[in-house]
C-alpha cells in the first residue's frame, strides 16, 4: 500500500470514527448552548461600545473584550468535542489522576504566600507581575486565582478554581458509582474529603463563589446516589451550629459581602447606624447610611436598580445597547458578574424569562439523559453537571437581584472569561457522551 493510500484509508477512518460519534449530538442541548452563547457575546459587545461622559469616570475600555470571548468559544468547543469524542467511561478511569492534578494547580496558585522566586525567566511566583515570566503567578486585586501564561506577544490565564468544578464532578461520580462508598454515615468521609479538600484550597486563593457551589452539588450527587436522607440532614445540621464561630472567622471584607444582602433594608441600615454593635456583628466597622450607594452597597445598588429599569416599554427593557446604566458606566463587572443585570436592563421581563427558559431546557436536557442511563457514573455524572448549571444560575441571578450576597459565580456560557467557558462547553460535552454511550439494556422476553 503506498503511503498516500495509507494517508487516505487512515482519513476517511478516523472520520468515519468522528462521524459516528458526534451523529448523537443532542440537538436541544447544542441549540441551547449555542443560543446562551450567541446571547453572551451580543451583550459583552453591547456593554464595550463607547459610552457618553460619566460622573463616574471614563470607567474600563470593555470593548476587546467580545472579541476575546469569540476566541474562547471556538476554544471551548474544542473542548466539547473532546470531552464528547472520548467515552466517558475512560474519562471517569482516569478521573483521579485529573482531580489530582487540578489539586496540584490549586497548591501552586498559593506557592507565593510562602515562597516567591524566578527561574530562569520561565517560571515566575512573585508578589507582582513579571512580565518576563512565561509563567507566572502573582496576586490581582490581592487574590491568588489565575495562572498566566505569556507565548510571545499572546498571553491569557487559567483559573483552576474552574477547572476543579469539572474535575471534582467527575472524580466523586466515580467514586459514588459503589454503593458501599455512601450508604453509611461513615462512608460518607470519603465523598467529603473529595470536596473540602479543594474547598479549603479555593477558600486560600479567596474565591467564594466556588466554595459555595460545591457543596450544594456534593448533597445532590449523595441524594441521586441513594445516600440516607437522615445522614445528609445531620451534617447539614452540624455545618448550621458551626456557621457563627466562621462568621466571627471571616475577613471584614467577606462580612461585608453577607451584609450588605442585610443592609438593602433601610431598617437595618437605621440599626445599624445608630448601634455600634449591631454594626460590629455585620460589618465589623462603623456604618454611615450615608457612605450605603458608593461602598457597602456599591454593586448591590447598582445591580438591582439596573434590573428595575428594564421594567419599561411593557417589560421588554430599554433595546439593544440602550439604558442609563450601560449608557452611562455605572455598572460595575457588566460583562462579567453582573451581566444578567445588562440583560434585564435591555430586555426586560421578557427577554429575562427567555433566558431563564433557555437555562432551564439545558436542565432538562441533562435530566433526561441521566434518567435514561442505567451506568451509576453516568448517571451520577449528568446529574452533578446539571446541579452545577442550576447553581451557578440561581446564585448569580439571585447575586445580582440582592437577594444573595456578590460571590463571583459567572452566568454560564454567558458571562465573559475563558476558563469558565471552556469548562461549561467541557461539561455539555460530557452530558452529550453520557447520553450517547449509554449501555443498551436487553427487551424483556414476551
Not at 456583628?281 to 450605603?292: M, N, R, T
Not at 432538562?364 to 446529574?383: H, Q, Y
Amino acid at each position: 500500500m503506498s503511503t498516500f493510500t495509507e494517508v487516505l484509508w487512515y482519513s476517511s477512518h478516523m472520520l468515519g470514527f468522528l462521524k459516528g460519534r458526534l451523529i448523537s449530538v443532542r440537538l436541544a442541548l447544542l441549540l441551547t448552548t449555542l443560543l446562551l452563547l450567541a446571547g453572551g457575546i451580543a451583550t459583552i459587545y453591547a456593554v464595550g461600545h463607547p459610552a457618553e461622559p460619566s460622573p463616574a469616570g471614563p470607567g474600563e475600555d470593555l470593548s476587546i473584550y467580545w472579541k476575546k470571548q469569540v476566541v474562547f468559544a471556538i476554544v471551548g468547543f474544542a473542548g466539547f468535542l473532546a470531552a464528547n469524542v472520548v467515552n466517558y467511561r475512560r474519562l471517569g478511569a482516569v478521573s483521579v489522576w485529573l482531580y489530582c492534578g487540578v489539586l496540584g494547580l490549586l497548591v501552586l496558585l498559593l506557592a507565593p504566600r510562602f515562597v516567591q522566586f524566578n527561574l530562569a525567566g520561565l517560571i515566575a511566583l512573585s508578589a507582582a507581575d513579571d512580565p518576563g515570566a512565561i509563567l507566572s503567578i502573582y496576586p490581582i486585586n490581592s487574590t491568588f486565582r489565575w495562572i498566566n501564561l505569556s507565548l510571545g506577544p499572546h498571553s491569557f490565564s487559567i483559573q483552576p478554581s474552574e477547572l476543579c468544578k469539572l474535575a471534582h464532578i467527575l472524580a466523586l461520580a466515580w467514586y459514588l458509582r459503589y454503593r458501599s462508598n455512601y450508604r453509611s454515615f461513615k462512608a460518607l468521609v470519603g465523598p467529603f474529603l473529595l470536596t473540602l479538600l479543594p474547598m479549603a484550597l479555593i477558600l486560600l486563593e479567596p474565591d467564594l463563589g466556588t466554595v459555595i457551589l460545591m457543596m450544594p452539588v456534593l448533597f445532590t450527587m449523595l441524594f441521586v446516589a441513594g445516600a440516607k436522607a437522615r445522614h445528609l440532614a445531620l451534617i447539614a445540621l452540624m455545618a448550621a451550629l458551626v456557621s457563627p464561630l466562621l462568621w466571627m472567622k471571616m475577613k471584614p471584607y467577606q462580612r461585608t459581602r453577607i451584609s450588605s444582602v442585610l443592609l438593602q433594608s433601610s431598617w437595618v441600615r437605621h440599626q445599624a447606624e445608630n448601634r455600634p454593635w449591631v454594626a460590629n456583628i455585620l460589618l465589623g466597622e462603623k456604618f454611615k447610611s450615608s457612605q450605603w450607594t458608593n461602598h457597602w452597597g456599591y454593586h448591590l445598588w447598582r445591580s438591582t436598580r439596573a434590573v428595575a429599569s428594564g421594567g419599561e416599554n411593557g417589560g421588554w427593557g430599554h433595546g439593544f445597547r440602550k439604558g442609563p446604566f450601560i449608557k452611562y458606566r455605572f455598572l460595575p463587572e457588566r460583562h462579567n458578574d453582573f451581566i444578567f443585570a445588562v440583560i434585564a436592563q435591555q430586555w426586560g421581563f421578557w427577554g429575562s424569562l427567555i433566558l431563564l427558559g433557555l437555562y432551564t431546557l439545558l436542565a432538562a436536557c441533562g435530566l433526561e439523559i441521566a434518567v435514561g442511563n442505567t451506568d451509576p457514573f453516568g448517571r451520577l455524572l449528568a446529574v452533578g453537571i446539571v446541579a452545577m448549571f442550576v447553581v451557578e444560575v440561581l446564585v448569580n441571578i439571585s447575586m445580582t437581584m440582592g437577594i444573595m450576597p456578590v460571590t463571583g459565580l459567572t452566568l454560564p456560557f454567558v458571562s465573559y472569561g475563558g476558563s469558565s467557558l471552556l469548562t461549561s462547553f467541557a461539561a455539555v460535552g460530557l452530558l452529550n457522551n453520557v447520553g450517547r454511550c449509554r449501555p443498551f439494556s436487553l427487551a424483556p422476553k414476551t
